[in-house]
């Protein structure tokens, strides 16, 4: 009759206990550490959307001043105003203000986007030049017909 030998630690294949425990930790630590970061990645996602969208409306209220400064203010007079704007993920104060440039040229005229969210209160703010469409003439009709051509 034939007896195997006794195992060994050496012939003895497998993990321990510890072995697994260890790996369980390991792994554990790496998802808590991939789901924090998917979070931070959707929180900046969301202020990122936010900001663009505040950027976008003091834009377009530049633009609209621009081709109607002289509803808002007199050539050389300063004004201001503001109004709301319900975007697609927050409510926007904007607030604008026209002040002469000291050569009475131009306009200085400067576009504060407000908003609020869960993570605090933000602001952004684009100031330009506007020309004052007032030094120029109108233009002035043709003197002569130009010939026609044969």
């Known amino acids: 009759m034939q007896h195997d030998p006794p195992l060994t630690s050496s012939a003895c294949s497998g993990f321990t206990l510890l072995e697994a425990l260890l790996t369980l930790l390991i792994l554990g630590f790496g998802l808590v ?25 003091a834009r377009s209220q530049i633009e609209s001043l621009r081709f109607a400064a002289n509803l808002y ?4 007079e300063s004004a201001s105003g ?4 319900s975007g ?3 409510t926007y104060h904007i607030k604008w203000q026209l002040r ?9 005229t ?13 602001t952004t703010r684009l100031a330009t030049l506007l020309m004052d469409p007032a030094p120029f003439p109108p233009a002035l009709p043709p003197t002569e017909e130009l010939p026609a051509r044969p």
Request: aromatic share 6%; hydrophobic share 40%; proline share 5%.
């Open 110 to 122: 400067e576009v504060s986007v407000l908003w609020t969210d869960r993570f605090g209160s933000h």
């Open 33 to 57: 550490a991939v789901a924090r970061l998917q979070t931070t990645v959707l929180i900046e996602g969301q202020q990122t959307k936010s900001l663009a969208e505040a950027a976008t409306l």
């Open 73 to 76: 203010s007199a050539p050389g």
């Open 100 to 108: 002469p440039a000291p050569d009475n040229a131009f306009t200085h």
């Open 82 to 85: 503001q109004k709301t704007h």
């Open 88 to 90: 697609l993920h927050e």
